[in-house]
């Protein structure tokens, strides 16, 4: 795929939403923390039902660590992996609070010491949060990237890098957003939405759908 049509692919995402953001319900950059560290291999929706409950309670790592572990899985149980989900999340506020002063550093290496944090829930921190120029690939943004053609790679951090060098700095910061929406409700995984998507008559997939 050329730089052309990459850059008509993101004209027509940044045309359709201007300002897109995370389906993950927060008003800080904890809350953010917490429903993303919550979020792996569970989708958002269930991580909102659960975050609708917990944060009117305990929305501070203070809080949250006077819950305690076992008070803690009592709002988050609906979400899968939550016992892990607990014992990281209570372990991360400990540290939020003795090496941070309770804020979310604005840091890969201190947000990757975080449990349960990775390369990619540090990504979408970076992003959204603080609005770095990261692009955080998850299975969504995988399969677009591989479907398209817009940037092929065997794994995530393949692709991670491949998008980072193509896509030009005036989308970088909204394309993670834009790729995540549109695996999500169109280009999905199972029979991707080849008649209503903006971008059909540009992207390499072979074996479109007329739906």
């Known amino acids: 795929m050329n730089k052309a049509k990459r850059h008509e692919i993101f004209t027509r995402f940044r045309e359709n939403n201007l300002k897109p953001d995370t389906e993950l319900k927060y008003?800080?950059?904890?809350?953010?923390?917490?429903?993303?560290?919550?979020?792996?291999?569970?989708?958002?929706?269930?991580?909102?039902?659960?975050?609708?409950?917990?944060?009117?309670?305990?929305?501070?790592?203070?809080?949250?660590?006077?819950?305690?572990?076992?008070?803690?899985?009592?709002?988050?149980?609906?979400?899968?992996?939550?016992?892990?989900?607990?014992?990281?999340?209570?372990?991360?506020?400990?540290?939020?609070?003795?090496?941070?002063?309770?804020?979310?550093?604005?840091?890969?290496?201190?947000?990757?010491?975080?449990?349960?944090?990775?390369?990619?829930?540090?990504?979408?921190?970076?992003?959204?949060?603080?609005?770095?120029?990261?692009?955080?690939?998850?299975?969504?943004?995988?399969?677009?990237?591989?479907?398209?053609?817009?940037a092929p790679g065997k794994d995530v951090l393949a692709v991670e890098k491949k998008l980072l060098k193509i896509v030009e700095d005036e989308f970088k910061v909204d394309a993670h957003h834009w790729l995540i929406l549109h695996g999500r409700y169109t280009c999905i995984a199972r029979k991707p939405r080849c008649g209503s998507c903006i971008i059909e008559d540009l992207c390499d997939f072979k074996k479109k759908t007329e739906d």
Not at 48 to 70: D, Q
């Open 27 to 150: 008003q800080s950059t904890f809350e953010l923390l917490i429903s993303v560290l919550l979020s792996a291999q569970a989708t958002d929706v269930s991580v909102n039902k659960a975050t609708a409950k917990l944060y009117p309670v305990a929305n501070t790592p203070e809080t949250i660590l006077a819950l305690g572990e076992e008070g803690l899985k009592q709002y988050i149980k609906t979400i899968g992996l939550f016992n892990t989900k607990a014992k990281n999340t209570i372990a991360t506020c400990q540290i939020l609070i003795a090496q941070h002063g309770s804020v979310v550093p604005e840091d890969r290496a201190a947000l990757e010491a975080l449990p349960g944090v990775g390369r990619k829930t540090a990504n979408v921190i970076l992003n959204t949060a603080f609005g770095h120029p990261t692009i955080a690939v998850d299975t969504h943004i995988f399969r677009v990237s591989n479907r398209t053609g817009i």
